[in-house]
Nanobody, 123 residues
């Protein structure tokens, strides 16, 4: 499956953004899709995920109650709704897919990656 992430931009603290991850080549509903982010000078970290063939979602603690991951099977896409953004949410956001339908927060478990979209949150 090929992935293309979009929707990043510059937003003030407290604002919202929605990121999109458009899939092609395969049906995204059959894949577990995660969002990761990488801040300047830091390692890539897990943000949120949604399992394949299901609706179970999971989040890192720092974004719980602020971010929501969802999937639109008709559009073959996965989304990350980000609310109450903080400067520490700044980074390049990547979507990634794995054919295993089990959840995972390990980047090494994901074989397909989008190109990343930059989110900058100003204070």
């Amino acid at each position: 499956v090929q992935l293309q992430a979009s929707g990043g931009g510059l937003v003030q603290a407290g604002g919202s953004l929605i990121l999109s991850c458009a899939a092609s080549g395969r049906t995204v509903s059959q894949y577990t899709v995660d969002w990761f982010r990488q801040a300047p000078g830091k390692e890539r970290e897990f943000v949120a995920g949604i399992v394949g063939i299901g609706t179970r979602t999971y989040y890192t603690n720092s974004v719980k109650d602020r971010f929501t991951v969802s999937r639109d099977n008709a559009k073959n896409s996965v989304y990350l709704q980000m609310n109450s953004l903080k400067p520490e949410d700044t980074g390049i956001y990547y979507c990634a897919a794995r054919s295993n339908t089990l959840p995972s927060i390990r980047a090494a478990d994901f074989g397909s990656w989008g190109q990343g979209t930059l989110v900058t949150v100003s204070s």
